[in-house]
């Protein structure tokens, strides 16, 4: 299947298999508390958490925001005081290029 998409004065034709990325989506239902992930490529570059891992992540994709990224995952923790702990210990291993706090402790 062939989708145009126009943009002001001209139309960019792209081949976008429809079904294919039916198929492999994944079922987002509500909010997903946890811990998420940033990656670049195949380099983890942030690592976030909040209540709500959708939004949070759709936050790093604002133009203003310092974070490039290609793709994304998370683990769902519902208890915040365990998603909080799990963030700093992952930061500390893992010492990713945009996570600034927690590199100390």
Same mark, same amino acid.
């Given at each position: 299947? !062939?989708?145009? &998409?126009? $943009?002001?004065?001209?139309? !960019? =034709?792209?081949?976008?298999?429809?079904?294919?990325?039916?198929? @492999?989506?994944? =079922?987002? @239902?509500?909010?997903?508390?946890?811990? $998420?992930?940033?990656?670049?490529? %195949? @380099?983890?570059? $942030? &690592?976030?958490?909040?209540?709500?891992?959708?939004? /949070?992540?759709?936050?790093? *994709? /604002?133009? %203003? #925001? %310092? +974070?490039?990224? *290609? #793709?994304? #995952?998370?683990? =769902? &923790?519902?208890?915040? #005081?365990?998603?909080?702990?799990? @963030?700093?210990?992952? &930061?500390? =291993?893992?010492?990713? +290029? $945009?996570? +600034? *706090?927690?590199?100390?402790?």
């Amino acid at each position: 299947m !062939v989708v145009s &998409i126009g $943009y002001a004065f001209r139309a !960019v =034709r792209m081949n976008i298999d429809v079904q294919k990325m039916l198929n @492999e989506s994944i =079922r987002l @239902e509500g909010n997903c508390s946890g811990v $998420y992930f940033l990656y670049d490529g %195949d @380099e983890l570059v $942030y &690592i976030g958490k909040g209540w709500n891992c959708f939004l /949070r992540v759709a936050e790093h *994709t /604002r133009k %203003d #925001s %310092d +974070k490039k990224f *290609t #793709s994304w #995952s998370y683990v =769902r &923790i519902e208890n915040e #005081s365990e998603y909080v702990a799990l @963030e700093k210990q992952l &930061i500390k =291993r893992f010492s990713p +290029k $945009y996570n +600034k *706090t927690h590199k100390s402790v």
